[in-house]
């Protein structure tokens, strides 16, 4: 049994920061890419940020400069640390894990319940 658990979310206003953090637990053997999606109200859930094993990182470019993702391989933990945050920053944000639960399991992409971000202007 894997679980991600997504902390942090909250009610910021326009320029405000928040740090979203997410720790995966249970039945894993590695975990390779983690990262953050977002859903806004009536759209598709979106890439936010992503981060390899080795640190290797992808923003979406509506992202970029502001926010920063980063992880820590021994907590099994992921972050996004959100500055300058604006109204268009809201909806809910889901924590991914690719992750194997043995040696010879392939991988597979696991997800936390979402944490709502709300921004006001």
């Known amino acids: 049994q894997v679980q991600l658990v997504e902390s942090g979310g909250g009610l910021v206003q326009t320029g405000g920061s928040l740090r979203l953090s997410c720790a995966a637990s249970?039945?894993?053997?590695?975990?390779?890419?983690m990262g953050w999606y977002r859903q806004a109200p009536g759209k598709q859930r979106e890439l936010v940020a992503d981060i390899s094993r080795a640190g290797s990182t992808n923003y979406a470019d509506s992202v970029k400069g502001r926010f920063t993702i980063s992880r820590d391989n021994a907590k099994k933990t992921v972050y996004l640390q959100m500055n300058s945050l604006e109204p268009e920053d809201t909806g809910v944000y889901y924590c991914n894990g690719r992750l194997q639960t043995g040696l010879l399991a392939a991988p597979r992409d696991y997800w936390g319940p979402g944490t709502q971000v709300t921004v006001s202007s």
């Open positions: 249970g039945s894993i053997f590695s975990i390779n890419t």
